[in-house]
Each structure stands twice: as C-alpha cells, then as structure tokens.
C-alpha cells in the first residue's frame, strides 16, 4: 500500500507576501480610481468655478497652447492619487479591525449582529417607500441608509439587553470576568470592607445591587435595637464608600429580577451574569457560590491569611484574660485576634507574661496556639501533670 502524499504547507511568510500583494494591489486601485475620477471631473470643476468670468473661462478650457487645462486635470489627477490612496489605507486598517473584532466575538453576539442587522433591511425599504411621496428622489438613498444604521442599532440594543432569555445566549457560558466585586449585606455591616477598599486591595468596580440595599433599609428600621443598630452602622459603611471610592448601585438589577427568591440566590445569579466576583464573610454564601462556579472573596479568609505564622519554641508575651476549660489554663490573645492557651495560666489572671509557643494547631475558624509558662513560674500541679497529659502513651 503507498503512503499517501503529504500535502505541503504553506510557508507564513508566503502568506505574509501575499496579504502584501492585496493591499499594494487595492492601494493601487483605489490611488488611479481617485486620479481618474478628479482627473475627469476637473473641467466640470473649472466651468463651475469660473463661470462668472468670460475671459477666465475661455482661457482654461479652450486655449490649448497655454496648456491651463491640461495643468490642471494633471494636478486633479494628482491629487486624486493620494487621496484615493489615503482614503485606500484607512479602509484597509478598518477592515483588518473589525475582522479581529468578528474573530474575538461570541457566537451568541455574531448571531445577534446577524439577526439586527437583517432585521434593519426588511424594515428599513418600507418606511423609505412610505416617505418617499415627501423628500425628493435624489435624497432616498441616503434615507435608506440612515435607516439601515439607525433600525440595526435599535434592533441589536433591543437583543442585547434580553440576552438572558434568548436561546442562542442563554446557554452560553459567562465565564467571562468584569473584575467588578459585589458587596453582600453581611460584609457592608462589618464594615472591615471600607478598610480593605480603602488600602487598594480591591480591583474593579464596587456594585451594590438594589435588593442588599432594600435588606439594609429593612434591618435599620427594625423594632430589635441590636439588629437597628447593625442596620445603620451598614448604611454609614456605604454612605462613607460611596463619598472616597466609585460604588455603584442598582445599575445592573436586571439581571437578577426575581424579587421573590433569596437574597443570596440573587446574589449568584448576579454574579453570574456579570462576570463578577463576591465579597461577604457569609460562610454559606461561600459554600453555594463556589458550588455554582462563583468566585467569593471572604473577608473572613482574608483575615485569617493575614494572621503571622508563629512556630513552636517561640517565646511570646502575653496577657492571660480569664480561665481555659481544662484546669490550670488560662487564655489570652494576641493583637489580632488568635487565641492562646497557657498551661498553668490560671493562676497568673490579668498579670502580662513571656510564654513559650508548644504547639499551633489550625482549625476552621483559625489557629489555636498552645503555649506554656517557664518552669520556675509554672505551678506544681500543673508541673506534674502537664507533661502527662501533653504526651500519651502510644499503643503499637
């Protein structure tokens, strides 16, 4: 059996060369195209010009030995080169644009240029017969044409805007991102965002949609004194984003109109359809969105990424607040939060000691460090039984 032949490639820079070859040979047309055109129409334009002066007019366009007329169509001709050149150039990079711009396109959106602009020539004929017993012959192609603009813009502005339920754009995927954050009510009432906004750790635009601002209105006017207060510390928290940072609000709510449903469906659908990400510090909020291919920024995880990394044997100093739950413990914590549990601590309540880190364990909520106190401070009983109870027996 033979091998079949091997179709040869062709080189790119041959491809090159012959995109090259086009535009020279289109360069070319259009430059004679332009020369030929002003070249003829430069007679009309002298007759034209020097039509209020006999002598002029004789002398341009009959006097052959003065060569006037022939100057002139020289330079008309001229002219018309490089203007049908320019003009050649400009055309070619505008093609060379939209190609690139039909390239990166969706198919949803060509489908829907498509549809608007075939729509436009349907319609567009029938109003221009309908005025064409008002504006004169010579003026009904440029109607036309307007119409045709005008009708295919409305048409496509008309199906983006209800791209959520036609079927060529429903299904596609919007995994597109807008890098704009969407502010959940949970995280406007901690109100850490404004802080974290404010360091420039948030990139794109901030986006409150109308109904999380609806549950804040609903929360601050509640009968709950705690539950008015939070309500109004989140409205503050915006009042004081939206006077040092570009926050939008309600803008964009079309695309979650369902005002039945949750506030945090709404959310991720939101989310979804703008291509955009989620900041809150609502653990299951976090677990639904994540679920549905929704990126979450949690404020939550934020902070507990910044906590510093402490190691075992290191030395700390730290102030035992009140008792552990095992005997002898007490606690305390650090600066940011973490908290650390002494061995023999309890007998130490409100006194600021040096301890040594013994173990950090890492939970869900965050870390838990286990320190102990030195020998001469630590109390006997704990002495005794602290070695015990931190290292059991192992059985094989």
């Known amino acids: 059996m033979q091998d079949e032949p091997e179709v040869a490639e062709i080189p790119e820079s041959r491809v090159h ?9 289109f360069l070319i047309f259009m430059g004679a195209a332009g020369a030929i055109g002003l070249g003829f129409s430069a007679k009309p334009m002298l007759l034209l010009l020097y039509a209020h002066n006999s002598d002029l007019l004789y002398r341009y366009t009959h006097s052959q030995e003065d060569g006037y007329l022939s100057l002139a169509i020289s330079a008309s001709a001229v002219l018309g080169l490089i203007v049908g050149s320019s003009l050649g150039n400009l055309l070619i990079r505008y093609l060379q644009w939209m190609q690139t711009k039909w390239t990166k ?24 017969f309908s005025l064409a017993s008002v504006i004169p012959q010579a003026y009904l192609p440029f109607l036309l044409l307007i119409l045709l603009f005008g009708l295919s813009t409305i048409v496509i502005y008309g199906l ?31 109100g850490r965002i404004y802080d974290v906004a404010r360091t420039g750790f948030l990139e794109g635009n901030l986006y409150v949609p109308g109904f999380v601002l609806d549950e804040l209105q609903y929360i ?38 369902e005002a039945g ?29 994540a ?14 990424g910044l906590r510093p990394n402490v190691l075992p044997s290191e030395s700390l100093t730290i102030t035992v607040v009140r008792e552990g739950n095992q005997p002898l413990q007490g606690i305390g914590y650090l600066e940011d939060g973490t908290m650390v549990v002494v061995e023999g601590g309890k007998t130490h309540l409100g006194e600021t000691l040096d301890v040594t880190v013994s173990q950090v364990i890492q939970t869900e909520r ?8 030195p020998s001469h401070d630590m109390p006997e009983a704990a002495a005794v039984d602290y070695p015990r109870r931190r290292a059991p027996t192992r059985r094989m």
Request: hydrophobic share 40%; aromatic share 6%.
């Open 17 to 25: 060369h012959r995109r090259q070859g086009w535009r020279v040979a």
């Open 105 to 128: 396109m969706d198919s949803g959106d060509k489908t829907t240029l498509f549809i608007g602009i075939l729509v436009a020539i349907f319609i567009a004929p029938i109003f221009s």
């Open 160 to 190: 983006q805007s209800m791209a959520d339920v036609l079927p060529w754009t429903k299904s596609k995927a919007r995994g597109k991102r807008t890098g704009t954050k969407i502010l959940d009510t949970n995280v406007i009432i901690d």
């Open 220 to 257: 601050a006017d509640s009968h709950d004194p705690l539950r008015r207060q939070r309500g109004r510390r989140g409205l503050d928290v915006l009042r004081h984003m939206q006077s040092d940072f570009q926050l939008e609000v309600r803008t964009h709510d079309r695309h979650a109109p």
């Open 261 to 289: 449903d949750e506030v945090d469906s709404r959310l991720v659908r939101l989310a979804r359809a703008m291509g955009a990400d989620i900041v809150t510090n609502d653990f299951n909020l976090n677990r639904v969105a």
């Open 291 to 304: 679920l549905q291919e929704v990126k979450v920024l949690n404020i939550n995880d934020l902070a507990l």
């Open 366 to 373: 965050g870390k838990m460090i286990f320190a102990e106190l």
